[in-house]
């Protein structure tokens, strides 16, 4: 965290991608929300990436239960949230 000009906390980019997937479910308290929205206002980067992640979440929760996406779709995502965590 860093403080601006009026001595108030703000996040820095490394805390907001940290919080992101916890932003995006609306899982942060609302003063950590408020936070992030003030960082994302700010900083191009980390709102382009969020925009980025809500698109890739809602696409994914679309096509999650239909019996269109192909089983190799899955497991590459599968592959993928699993490296997200190491």
Do not use: W
């Amino acid at each position: 965290m860093t403080r601006n000009r009026r001595g108030r906390e703000q996040i820095d980019c490394e805390e907001a991608v940290r919080r992101l997937a916890e932003y995006l479910d609306r899982e942060l308290s609302q003063a950590s929300r408020a936070e992030m929205e003030v960082h994302l206002q700010r900083c191009r980067d980390c709102f382009s990436r969020a925009e980025f992640e809500r698109r890739l979440k809602a696409r994914i929760r679309e096509n999650l239960h239909t019996d269109q996406v192909p089983q190799a779709f899955h497991e590459r995502m599968k592959t993928l949230v699993e490296g997200l965590g190491e």
